[in-house]
């Protein structure tokens, strides 16, 4: 297949400073949970994403030195030398698969507790840390032989950045991220010298950076200058207006304007809570201010979107991490005509979660993202199957569709068998208020399946395990998913509650279409994702007067991983959920609801209210534990092994069962079914020369 005409204007090259990219698609600074811990892991990440078509890929966040130090999150460093061979591997890997190697040179400032280095973090003014957890550390306002200092360090980082083999160098300004940015917003800066002050005075310290950055790297490399359009607090912060005037007096400094909202859990917002390109109405009038060329993310996956961007001038190049990650192929694709092979990104932030639990991140749409190199998993490709081989594939959810589609890939003849609708949890997940994009998971897999001429795809067969043995399959795995309990145990209740004869609804009922019988419901939510406030959501908006009742401290506060309990608090608040946290269920009966402070012990009784127990999963397991009563009927049957995947073996994210159907298929061996192999690690090098372990050694260092 060749390139729809169409599409050309995004393979134009496109000059930035004294580099030229290849094409448009531009892979800008993101995080992934592995950074200078896993660093040949990482490298493999990003060579991946240059083997798909991306004309420029860059690093995430590297911090410059100890004072800007981010743990306990795991970027990467630029501290010293020390950290050149990581970064120089991972500019080799981008440019040896054809890309532009991009570095993100950053100091976190307010954002940097230090924890690491114990240094004391510096910024505009003395002013508690702005970092995620509230750490007791405060910033230092940095004096003019500070900013002096750092004008150095700065430019030495980007010497070094150079050495390690990067053509763009980046001068971090964005998200709250970056020192200059603390600069910028007036209300982090009230400096009364000639850093603070007026929009040219607060813009000082990033024009003096991008002017050294230039001095010392701009004759061989671009010096692109990330920087946030809006903090979306008002005039108090960085807005629309004042972004176009800080950009219009810097307009021609940088050779690229990296255009993003602050903080980043603006920037990076799922669909749940933005659709599309929803950055838009804030980068539109930035265009003319400057010659330079303008990326900008939006989590864009529709080729014809990206085209008119282009065309209508508003972006030059098409910014991309999620869908950089959710298909590092993308570009590939568009070029060959392939875009209903495009795997596109649902929007749900689980590759955020990854940072934010300091883990190599995972992607619910592909499941080899962060372990490229680690189990040598590829987004697009997998070792075919040496023998022929026949394998049963029971249940069309996530797991199953995955497992189903990568056997076939390997060119194996894959039965997929499914009782009812083809997607499982996800269609299901997906009629759900904010949740429509999810649907991808399903569309992307049985597209797929569906063109691929070893699977076929058996709907409307509930199989039983007579059915099983019956049909001669050496290899099943069984992918049927799992059922919400509804007796109140989960983390809190290890037994079930008393619920008598109460109004009782699990989340499958809800989904399933039934409703509380009460114009009152509490939703006990113990679970903690967004399950508890998509319920509250939906429930509400149908006139059902809603109190969510949890444990946490705050509704769905697992979602501080993926961005988002701020906006579900938010929301559900504003459409008039109660929330009532820090209480666990006690009980049912009747017609009354019974739930307890988790502190004091002290009862709150409901009256004229039903329940809804958003709590735990339980496996539907039966299917593989009647064929493991019959294990003795196996061998005539032929049958060699049956294998729980997905929820089916434990319930978990949408993400962990598409990544079990992923291993199902590549750990796959036809003479024995699946074989569990191993994950490379990478062991940090023990350090060299003295340590001291006596006071003897110490007083002689
Ligand atoms: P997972 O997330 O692990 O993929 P899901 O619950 O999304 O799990 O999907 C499980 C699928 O398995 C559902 O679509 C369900 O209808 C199907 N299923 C369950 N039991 C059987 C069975 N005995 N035969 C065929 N399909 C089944
Ligand atoms: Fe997109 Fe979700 Fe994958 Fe992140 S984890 S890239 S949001 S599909």
Redesign the pocket.
């Known amino acids: 297949m060749s390139r729809d005409p169409r599409y050309d204007i995004l393979f134009e090259p496109v000059k930035i400073g004294p580099v030229t990219t290849k094409n448009r698609f531009y892979q800008v600074p993101h995080c992934n949970g592995m950074g200078y811990r896993d660093a040949t892991a990482l490298a493999t990440m990003r060579a991946i994403k240059a083997e798909g078509g991306w004309g420029v890929v860059c690093t995430e966040q590297v911090e410059i030195h100890p004072t800007g130090d981010i743990a306990p999150f795991i970027e990467l460093r630029i501290w010293d030398d020390q950290d050149l061979p990581m970064l120089a591997r991972i500019a080799e890997a981008v440019k040896v698969k054809g890309a532009l190697a991009g570095l993100q040179l950053a100091h976190n400032s307010m954002n940097a507790p230090n924890l690491y280095s114990r240094e004391i973090p510096l910024g505009p003014m003395d002013l508690p840390v702005y970092s995620y957890f509230s750490d007791p550390v405060q910033v230092r306002g940095m004096d003019k032989q500070d900013i002096r200092d750092f004008r150095k360090w700065h430019r030495d980082a980007a010497l070094r950045a150079k050495r390690a083999g990067f053509d763009l160098i980046y001068v971090y300004a964005g998200k709250l991220f970056g020192l200059p940015m603390y600069f910028l917003s007036r209300r982090f800066n009230q400096r009364s010298d000639e850093y603070g002050g007026s929009l040219e005075n607060r813009a000082r310290f990033l024009k003096e950076l991008i002017e050294d950055t230039k001095d010392a790297v701009g004759d061989s490399c671009a010096v692109p200058c990330r920087i946030s359009v809006d903090e979306m607090v008002g005039e108090e912060g960085i807005h629309a207006a004042e972004a176009q005037d800080i950009i219009g007096h810097l307009a021609e400094l940088p050779d690229l304007w990296d255009l993003t909202l602050s903080g980043w859990e603006n920037d990076s917002q799922t669909s749940r809570f933005a659709e599309e390109g929803y950055q838009l109405p804030f980068i539109k009038g930035i265009k003319p201010l400057t010659s330079k060329p303008i990326v900008s993310v939006g989590r864009y996956t529709s080729p014809d979107l990206m085209v008119k961007l282009v065309r209508d001038g508003v972006i030059d190049l098409i910014g991309a991490a999620r869908p950089s990650i959710a298909d590092p192929f993308l570009p590939q694709k568009i070029a060959q005509g392939r875009i209903e092979d495009i795997r596109e990104c649902i929007g749900c932030n689980m590759c955020v979660a990854g940072d934010f639990t300091m883990t190599p991140s995972r992607c619910t749409q592909n499941p080899s993202f962060g372990d490229e190199w680690r189990r040598g998993w590829h987004p697009e490709v997998i070792r075919p199957v040496e023998t022929s081989a026949r394998v049963l594939v ?7 569709l995955e497992a189903a589609m990568m056997l076939g890939r390997r060119g194996a003849e894959v039965a997929l ?5 083809p997607g ?3 269609m299901r997940e997906a009629r759900l208020p904010g949740l429509s994009a999810w649907k991808r998971v399903a569309d992307y897999r049985l597209g797929q399946i569906q063109a691929a001429p070893g699977i076929t795809l058996y709907r409307d ?3 039983t395990a007579e059915d099983i043995l019956g049909f001669g399959f050496a290899h099943v795995a069984i ?4 059922a919400w309990r509804k007796d109140g145990v989960g983390r809190r209740l290890l037994r079930p509650a008393p619920l008598g004869d109460a109004d009782v609804l699990s989340p499958d009922e809800l989904m399933a279409g039934q409703r509380p019988r009460h114009r009152n419901v509490v939703i006990y939510d113990d679970d903690h994702y967004y399950m508890g406030g998509v319920l509250a959501e939906l429930l509400v908006r149908e006139g059902f007067g809603v109190s969510v009742v949890t444990p946490a401290a705050e509704v769905s506060t697992w979602m501080r991983m993926t961005m988002e309990q701020l906006f579900v608090q938010h929301r559900l608040v504003n459409l008039g959920v109660r929330i009532v946290s820090h209480h666990h269920l006690v009980g049912a009966d009747g017609s009354r609801v019974t739930y307890a402070c988790g502190f004091t012990g002290r009862e709150t009784v409901v009256d004229d209210c039903s329940l809804v127990t958003v709590t735990a999963r339980l496996p ?1 397991n039966g ?1 593989a534990r009647a064929l493991a009563a019959r294990r003795q009927d196996w061998a005539a049957a032929g049958l060699g092994s049956v294998t729980l ?4 073996l434990a319930p978990g994210t ?1 993400a962990a ?1 598409v990544w079990a159907g992923r291993r199902y298929a590549e750990e796959f061996d036809p003479e024995q079914g699946p074989v569990a192999a191993t994950m490379r690690r990478e062991v940090t090098g023990l350090a060299q020369g003295p340590f001291y372990w006596d006071a003897a050694t110490a007083a002689a260092k």
């Open positions: 029971v249940g069309a959810g996530p797991a199953g068998a499914e009782q009812g609708e499982g949890r996800v067969s509930a199989l992918a049927t998913g799992s539907h299917l995947i997905g929820d089916a949408i069962a």
